[in-house]
């Protein structure tokens, strides 16, 4: 009898404590939103060359590498990408296609002009990037964190209530820029043939577009 009636007094405490859990409590749910621009410090570029065989498109590849070098582009920010040959063409044009990265130390308008070549097919930007976007995001993140419970405070304090402990806290990413290429800096390397003879074209990361990061926090918050 003293057992099944300390199991039946469990059974009431275990009732007692998962309605307590199920218990709602009062909350009020909130999104803070931060904003931050960010100058890039490195653009990518992709680059194509051409020869009409392969004994010329091999010495294209050797001036380019040269061009680059003399311009303070590293071995190791030049990679290859891919090669293609044109069978179906009377003149059986050869292309290859390199991508490189300059950094703010690199003279971008001098680079342009030394690769004002016939042998340079092609030339554009694939990345616009900052080496320490990833710190920069996580500010982002924490100001609109931080945003979020300011406004919780003020609106609670409105009707003589406080902000209690976090009950959610998720993450929206509403826009990054740092992979997009600004459209005034596309139009102006579209064809480097063109435009690098131009002495008016300011090549220099002056001339590039912020990267622009967005980020909002929605938050619920216990009222007391």
Do not use: C
Request: proline residues 1%.
């Amino acid at each position: 009898m003293k057992l099944r009636h300390f199991l039946l007094i469990g059974l009431f405490l275990i009732g007692g404590m998962i309605n307590a859990q199920e218990t709602k409590k009062n909350f009020i749910a909130v999104t803070g939103i931060a904003e931050m621009e960010v100058e890039p410090d490195e653009i990518i570029f992709n680059i194509g060359i051409k020869g009409d065989n392969k004994n010329q498109l091999a010495d294209n590849e050797k001036q380019l590498f040269e061009v680059l070098k003399s311009n303070g582009v590293k071995n190791e920010d030049i990679k290859f990408k891919s090669m293609y040959q044109n069978i179906y063409s009377k003149t059986k044009l050869f292309t290859k296609d390199f991508q490189f990265k300059v950094t703010k130390k690199t003279d971008i308008g001098n680079l342009f002009e030394s690769l004002n070549q016939k042998w340079v097919n092609s030339i554009n930007i694939s990345e616009i990037k900052n080496t320490k976007i990833t710190d920069f995001r996580k500010t982002v993140k924490i100001n609109a964190l931080k945003a979020a419970k300011e406004k919780a405070d003020y609106l609670l304090e409105s009707m003589s209530k406080r902000t209690g402990t976090p009950l959610e806290i998720v993450e929206i990413e509403d826009y990054t820029s740092d992979m997009i290429m600004p459209m005034n800096f596309r139009a102006k390397v579209s064809n480097i043939q063109l435009e690098a003879a131009d002495s008016n074209v300011d090549y220099s990361f002056e001339n590039i577009d912020n990267i622009k990061l967005k980020y909002s926090i929605k938050t619920k918050y216990e009222i007391l």
